[in-house]
């Protein structure tokens, strides 16, 4: 395709962040911008993953942009086609139909120092430059099908729960699910009260806590409709989760009560004491990501719902096998074996400065200064980029406090009229040091593998603080942190002049 684009600012993925990422450009008065997407819509991970049960363990006031609150939501958790309806209408809303691409998928990022622009190279061959480079692909959205012995020779239907097939009926099927984190909870009571029989296959138990009563009535629906409690509620909400769920990483004050009401739930939904050993962790909660889930363990306790835990062995042509040799049939298996998510950015290839390439760099685990800029890489920013999961709250939180920076960054690159700006290699070293101060104190690098971690054993995924020390952390000036990065020759594309000028104040660098 011999098509060129020439754009301030190109985004690269139409998820939360994306869309987020859009109306703050909009907003700032910033129109030439594309929203670069590989699916066919808007939506992300929320029109991805469409298998049965598939919903938000976090509530609805919260799991939302704060300029766009939902006021009517009758249920405290959304569903998926709700999340994924509200993602559209944010689309529709603020005027972003007009600046998506749809199945367009980057292949490779490159920066242009003698221009001090990004050139992006899409799978199609399509060329953009942009003098600013967003990415808000996520993390979560590569599937993670392991490599078991007899994978590909298996006879039935296979599939990753993010790319559900709903072409197969499961009536009266046997189902195999492998694997027991977040998105298995959600699946299994759905596809158990279907099929003949399901085996699940475990290979580590997780902690799961229960989930309050779904349904709003219909006075607190009402009240919710008004903006002021509508904001009082989703603040009780921040904080709440902020003060209980955030202290579980850190072995504080919460983990003991957390770990006993897992254990209450697990006591009450499950009264076989050999399947409740079978379900109960031996690692400290909040290791992994805490299942939060009120049907799963009333999903294993039903007659044609067995719980595996012997490993497997090999997948046969219509069956999986176990350690033991034995040997249980398969029609269908789901792989609910999660996502490859410690790979940042894969499969774009990304250059920064001098050539370099960032997976290279990444090759030991991925970082980035507030999770969002990585030294050598200038005016290229992430959205969710590394350490800013948040595994005790709201997301699409997290990912307005990055936004945020973002246009704080660009207005400072406005005002120091610099050709790109680049994080200092200080201010990242400064940041590394207070990142891993924070890990050492978390449960994570002393428990075993998990998404959060790269297979070289580095914490490479979840925020280890409160979103309150991100939030801090984020209010400050990217004067701060960044340095300007001239072009080798002098741009020949002026600079925006549009932008806003910064009122923060622009101080000397200081220690995380
Ligand atoms: P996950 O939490 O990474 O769980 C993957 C499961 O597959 C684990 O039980 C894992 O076992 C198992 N597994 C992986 N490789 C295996 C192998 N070779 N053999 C046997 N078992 C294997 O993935 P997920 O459930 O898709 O959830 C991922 C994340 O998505 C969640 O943590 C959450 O952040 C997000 N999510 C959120 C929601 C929501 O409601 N907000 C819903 C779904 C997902 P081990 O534990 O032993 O590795």
């Given amino acids: 395709m011999d098509e060129r684009l020439d754009l301030e600012v190109a985004v690269v993925g139409g998820g939360f962040g994306g869309l987020g990422m859009g109306v703050a450009l909009k907003k700032a008065g910033i129109d030439s911008f594309v929203i670069l997407e590989q699916g066919g819509d808007v939506g992300g991970v929320w029109r991805e993953n469409t298998y049965p049960g598939c919903s938000c363990d976090i509530p609805s006031h919260l799991y939302s942009f704060s300029f766009a609150p939902y006021r009517s939501a009758r249920t405290r958790y959304p569903g998926q086609e ?6 559209r209408g944010v689309a529709r809303d603020y005027g972003l139909r007009e600046h998506l691409r749809v199945h367009t998928a980057v292949a490779e990022a490159t920066y242009r120092e003698n221009i001090a622009r990004w050139e992006l190279t899409t799978d199609a061959g399509q060329r953009i430059l942009a003098d600013i480079l967003v990415f808000a692909v996520g993390q979560l959205h590569r599937p993670h099908i392991p490599d078991i012995p007899g994978r590909d020779g298996f006879a039935g239907a296979a599939f990753h729960s993010a790319s559900w097939d709903h072409g197969q009926d499961l009536r009266g099927r046997d189902v195999a699910v492998i694997g027991t984190g977040s998105s298995a ?72 009560p957390a770990q006993w009401m897992a254990r209450t739930h697990l006591r009450r939904r499950i009264s076989d004491p050999r399947l409740r050993a079978a379900l109960t962790p031996d690692y400290p909660i909040g290791s992994k990501r805490i299942v939060f889930d009120s ?33 249980r049939h398969a029609d269908v298996i789901v792989w609910a074996t999660g996502f490859r998510a410690p790979e940042f950015l894969a499969p774009m290839s990304v250059r920064g400065r001098g050539g370099r390439l960032l997976h290279e760099e990444w090759s030991a685990g991925a970082e980035a200064f507030l999770g969002l800029a990585v030294p050598g890489y200038p005016s290229a920013f992430l959205i969710a980029g590394p350490n800013s999961f948040n595994p005790a709250g709201s997301n699409p939180g997290m990912k307005e406090r990055q936004i945020a920076y973002i246009m704080e960054c660009l207005r400072w690159r406005a005002e120091v009229e610099a050709a790109a700006i680049e994080v200092s290699g200080d201010a990242m070293r400064q940041y ?9 104190k978390t449960v994570w690098p002393s ?13 490479t995924n979840p925020w280890p603080a409160s979103a309150r020390t991100f939030a801090r952390m984020l209010r400050r000036s990217p004067a701060e942190a960044f340095v300007a990065v001239p072009a080798k020759v002098p741009a020949a594309t002026p600079l925006p002049i549009h932008y806003h000028k910064s009122t923060r104040a622009t101080t000397t660098p200081t220690a995380f």
């Fill in 447 to 459: 428990t075993g593998a998990s998404w959060y971690k790269h297979h070289s054993g580095r914490v």
């Fill in 185 to 256: 909870g959600q699946l299994l009571p759905e596809i158990a009260a279907v099929a003949r029989k399901v085996t699940v296959y475990q290979r580590t138990p997780h902690w799961v806590l229960p989930k309050p009563s779904a349904e709003f009535g219909r006075i607190s629906r009402w009240v919710l409709r008004t903006p002021g409690a509508h904001r009082l509620y989703r603040q009780a909400l921040y904080y709440g989760a902020d003060i209980t769920l955030a202290p579980i990483m850190h072995r504080g004050w919460s983990a003991r």
């Fill in 82 to 87: 709700q999340i994924l309806s509200y993602l």
């Fill in 295 to 327: 049907r799963y363990y009333a999903a294993l306790g039903r007659e044609n719902v067995e719980l595996v835990t012997d490993p497997i062995a090999r997948i046969s042509d219509n069956g999986i096998e176990t350690g033991d040799g034995t040997h």
């Fill in 432 to 440: 590394r040091q207070w990142l891993e101060r924070a890990i050492a």
